[in-house]
């Protein structure tokens, strides 16, 4: 992570925009097709808006409010694992609840799909390791989430391709995928919490 270029590489791969087109295909599937674009162009720039939050304040946000950076690892698994138990086991509400008009707001495509745990963690990494290239870490985050965000926004293009029973299958499989994606990183927010009790 010493090169701007390593730090877009980083970025962009925990943000896993390809690993996401399902799970966004899935969650806008109930919206209204003429306000699809709308509302995913709305849940990318509040990722933006986090992920820059976080950029320039998380360390200090979390030391003010005593909390560690496994906490978000930990509450972004058991956020991941209850959606994905409602991909696999679908809810007559549809993915996301009782939401007016059937719209995601926030969660999960901004939060933590865009702005996930692992991004949030390795954005405050950059900024812990070298300070002094807040404008490289800056530049580097903004051109991974673009990348990401022109990918996502072809998902709706997709979900008309798939047609109904293909959507079906690639959200059964995914919510597996998820499932097993929220539990390692439960785990791993976890292991580090007991490292750090047992080293101290």
């Known amino acids: 992570m010493e090169t701007l270029f390593s730090a877009f590489i980083t970025l962009l791969l925990v943000m896993d925009p390809l690993g996401n087109v399902p799970v966004f295909?899935?969650?806008?599937?109930?919206?209204?097709p003429k306000r699809r674009q709308w509302v995913l162009a709305r849940e990318l720039l509040i990722a933006l808006v986090v992920l820059l939050i976080f950029l320039f304040a998380g360390s200090t946000a979390l030391e003010?409010?005593?909390l560690r950076q496994e906490s978000i690892s930990i509450a972004g698994a058991i956020i991941l694992f209850l959606i994905a138990l409602r991909m696999i086991f679908?809810?007559?509400?549809?993915?996301m609840g009782d939401t007016?008009?059937?719209e995601p707001f926030i969660v999960p495509l901004a939060i933590p799909?865009?702005?996930?745990?692992?991004?949030?963690?390795?954005?405050?990494?950059?900024?812990?390791?070298n300070?002094?290239?807040?404008?490289?870490?800056?530049?580097?985050?903004?051109?991974?989430w673009a990348v990401s965000a022109a990918l996502l926004m072809a998902s709706p293009l997709l979900l008309k391709a798939l047609g109904h029973r293909g959507l079906i299958a690639v959200e059964r499989?995914?919510?597996m995928i998820?499932?097993?994606i929220a539990v390692q990183m439960f785990f791993d927010g976890v292991s580090i919490v007991l490292h750090l009790q047992a080293g101290g």
């Open 90 to 95: 679908p809810s007559p509400y549809g993915l």
């Open 131 to 144: 300070p002094g290239r807040m404008f490289e870490w800056t530049v580097a985050l903004v051109g991974a």
């Open 100 to 102: 007016p008009d059937g």
């Open 64 to 66: 003010m409010m005593g």
């Open 178 to 180: 998820l499932v097993i």
């Open 113 to 129: 799909l865009v702005a996930g745990p692992s991004s949030l963690a390795i954005a405050m990494l950059l900024v812990n390791t």
């Open 173 to 175: 499989l995914m919510g």
């Open 25 to 32: 295909i899935s969650v806008l599937k109930d919206v209204d």
